[in-house]
């Protein structure tokens, strides 16, 4: 039974509190219907032997079609404790985690899409799903500035500090029609402190306010609020910050 309900192209919709697999019965639909805020999208694997090349075309589809949802396999349990064989073939699809049957959903997910990892690498890689068209150049310099912002308060000198004049980046980004490069810095320290807040171990919200270069609680809310739509307390309940970005976007740029 397991098996047929993991056969691709089983797909399956998680939403806050990501505790129920919901099934989707029809893909095409799926495809042009938007989805929850906050939502993930699980692909159904039954071996890796006799669907990976159904599965490694489903998720670019997936990615594609819903860049503000990250990508999951949901698996058998494990051959054995550390099982790695199912992360590599996850990590060669860029989906975001894998989920093994008989685990507590949230807590597996929780667990792998807030853990410390290259934010900025992960960006420049999305980047191109929500905004196709941009020129590599400009998601590169986005990556700069996202992987340098904790270190800068202004976007003046991190951007010197990679050799590039503020002027001229934004019009640069003007031309390409996202938003300037001070929003992006905004954004990238935002993003830092929606990660804390959507981990399991975060600080209370004044202290992680001021880890992420807040001056207070009140400060990161408003921010929150002004950029996502949305206050921290939400952020809390929910995962992935693909959707935060995806909203940012839409509100910046007037769609």
């Not at 159904?44 to 006799?50: E, I, K, L, N």
């Not at 990556?143 to 270190?151: E, F, K, M, N």
């Amino acid at each position: 039974m397991l098996q047929a309900v993991l056969a691709p192209p089983a797909v399956f919709q998680l939403s806050p509190p990501y505790e129920q697999f919901d099934v989707v019965p029809d893909l095409s639909a799926l495809d042009s219907q938007p989805l929850e805020d906050a939502a993930l999208l699980a692909v159904g694997v039954g071996s890796p032997d006799d669907s990976w090349a159904e599965v490694a075309g489903l998720v670019p589809r997936l990615r594609s079609h819903h860049p503000a949802a990250p990508v999951v396999l949901r698996v058998g349990r494990p051959s054995e404790p550390g099982d790695s064989e199912w992360e590599r073939r996850a990590a060669e699809l860029r989906v975001r985690g894998v989920v093994y049957e008989g685990e507590r959903v949230a807590n597996r997910l929780r667990a792998q899409l807030t853990q410390p990892i290259d934010l900025a690498g992960e960006l420049t890689e999305w980047l191109p799903l929500r905004l196709p068209g941009v020129a590599p150049a400009i998601v590169d310099l986005i990556g700069d500035i996202v992987l340098r912002a904790s270190q800068f308060a202004e976007v003046s000198a991190l951007l010197a500090s990679v050799g590039r004049a503020e002027r001229t980046v934004r019009t640069w980004f003007r031309r390409a029609g996202v938003p300037g490069p001070g929003k992006w810095l905004a954004v990238a320290h935002a993003l830092r402190a929606a990660r804390r807040l959507q981990s399991e171990d975060h600080p209370p919200l004044l202290a992680l306010a001021v880890e992420c270069g807040y001056s207070d609680h009140s400060s990161l809310s408003r921010q929150s609020l002004r950029l996502f739509g949305v206050r921290p307390g939400a952020i809390r309940r929910t995962l992935g910050w693909e959707w935060l970005v995806d909203r940012w976007l839409s509100r910046a740029r007037g769609r």
